[in-house]
């Protein structure tokens, strides 16, 4: 009986290790982690970052340069004001530009960083000006039914005006 127990406290230990190597790994691998010190520190500011949060990947070209430190509102101007801390070896334009895109239709958001031609760089601490933020789903959905919506109606009150019916009359010749 002793033996047993024993064998089940070890097998139990070596469970609990594997699980904790495996809470460690997604940690650190899943960019949501720590932040690391190292890094250029930018600022942008943007009207809206609907669904973007703190930890979010910063990308060139679709590869991964850094992560959102910060979000916070602007009391005068109510935007959306971002810290992103992105790799300190990139030599980025001043006249870089910023835009919050999706990963996919059901994707998370990320800042994209779009390099300028400036020969002026930007430092760090240094703020990027051109930003575009996020673009809603829903906002474009109702703008596309309420268009199709209206120029239905603009249709059938054109074809009221001329007398022709709106829907077929199902007449046809006298007989």
């Known amino acids: 009986m002793q033996g047993r127990s024993l064998a089940e406290v070890l097998t139990g230990a070596v469970v609990l290790l594997v699980a904790a190597a495996f809470l460690a790994y997604a940690v650190l691998h899943s960019g949501r982690g720590t932040v690391v010190a190292e890094g250029m520190q930018l600022r942008a500011r943007f009207d809206r970052i609907d669904g973007l949060s703190n930890g979010a990947d910063v990308r060139i070209a679709g590869v991964k340069v850094g992560t959102v430190t910060d979000s916070r509102i602007d009391p005068q101007t109510f935007g959306a004001d971002l810290t992103l801390r992105i790799d ?20 998370g958001k990320y800042v994209s960083l779009v390099p300028g031609g400036s020969e002026k760089i930007l430092a760090d601490g240094g703020r990027i000006t051109e930003t575009q933020g996020s673009v809603s789903l ?10 199709v919506t209206q120029m239905n109606s603009a249709n059938s009150q054109q074809q009221q005006q001329q007398g022709t019916p709106a829907t077929g009359s199902g007449g046809g010749a006298p007989r």
């Not at 300190?88 to 994707?107: K, M, V, Y």
């Not at 829903?138 to 268009?147: Q, V």
């Open 88 to 107: 300190r070896s990139l030599r980025l334009p001043d006249d870089t530009s910023a835009e919050i895109t999706s990963e996919g239709l059901l994707g």
């Open 138 to 147: 829903e906002s474009l959905l109702g703008r596309f039914i309420f268009s």
